[in-house]
């Protein structure tokens, strides 16, 4: 059984007030996307594309020796993965997306999401339950598992009571990947294609979807400075308790 996996870096570090991608930012001295491309090898994943933005050689070369594909146009999450097409041709095995401004994630965490997987799955999405749930995506579940997420500003009261959110992670079963992103639509407000769709276009299909509850801390998105630096006392916190 093989396993892939595609790390989303093609975003500007706008947020940050900062030239560099985001995700060349660095925690403790170290890109925040070698910290997740090393916590990726830990989990003996070895086939991995980077998805990269124009003119973004500098990251191509932090990331080497790994493929990078670039996404000229930056029309949603959904279209990021769809730039790693030619990787994602129908194989025997299952392939996580990740986001490489998303750093703490432990290996432990993807290979629980692959070991769900190996137990039929065919969507695994990678959920958290934060203290102040505030604009996150919710997770949607019945007795027949994930039904589907639904964005904060998309979601009724009742939906937005919901403690358990989205962390954007997700793995998805490689005979079916492709042609799933391939259904997704940009019928919405902001005319993206959204990778969260997957999981409804999956139930239409009845293909079998779980998730996979992770700490608060492992599902910390990086978008500002802030950010970065909380994200910096975690990673040392963590290294000092080693």
């Known amino acids: 059984?093989?396993?892939?996996?595609?790390?989303?870096g093609a975003g500007m570090g706008t947020r940050m007030n900062s030239p560099l991608p985001k995700v060349l930012h660095e925690i403790c001295g170290i890109p925040m996307i070698r910290i997740l491309l090393?916590?990726?090898?830990?989990?003996?994943?070895?086939?991995?594309?980077?998805?990269?933005?124009?003119n973004m050689d500098n990251l191509k070369k932090v990331v080497a020796p790994y493929k990078t594909v670039e996404q000229k146009?930056?029309?949603?999450?959904?279209?990021?993965?769809?730039m790693a097409e030619e990787y994602l041709k129908p194989f025997d095995g299952c392939v996580l997306i990740l986001f490489g401004d998303s750093p703490l994630l432990k290996s432990e965490t993807l290979t629980k999401m692959i070991q769900k997987y190996q137990e039929g799955f065919d969507v695994v999405v990678l959920g958290f339950i934060p203290q102040d749930a505030r604009r996150?995506?919710?997770?949607?579940m019945s007795e027949a598992g994930?039904?589907?997420?639904?964005?904060?500003?998309?979601?009724?009261?009742e939906q937005r009571a919901i403690k358990l959110c989205n962390s954007g992670v997700m793995c998805l079963n490689g005979q079916y990947a492709l042609s799933l992103l391939k259904e997704i639509k940009n019928n919405n407000a902001a005319q993206e294609y959204y990778l969260t769709d997957v999981v409804k276009l999956a139930k239409e299909h009845g293909l079998k979807r779980d998730i996979v509850?992770?700490?608060?801390?492992?599902?910390h998105?990086?978008?500002?400075?802030?950010?970065?630096?909380?994200?910096?006392?975690?990673?040392?916190?963590?290294?000092?308790?080693?």
């Open 38 to 54: 090393s916590t990726v090898e830990k989990a003996g994943i070895q086939d991995i594309t980077v998805v990269v933005g124009p």
């Open 213 to 219: 509850i992770c700490d608060v801390e492992e599902a």
């Open 146 to 157: 994930l039904e589907e997420i639904v964005e904060y500003k998309d979601a009724t009261d």
């Open 136 to 140: 996150y995506g919710r997770l949607v």
């Open 73 to 82: 146009e930056r029309l949603g999450t959904g279209h990021a993965v769809l």
């Open 221 to 242: 998105g990086i978008n500002t400075q802030e950010e970065l630096e909380a994200a910096e006392m975690i990673y040392q916190g963590r290294k000092n308790d080693v």
């Open 1 to 8: 059984m093989e396993t892939k996996a595609i790390i989303l």
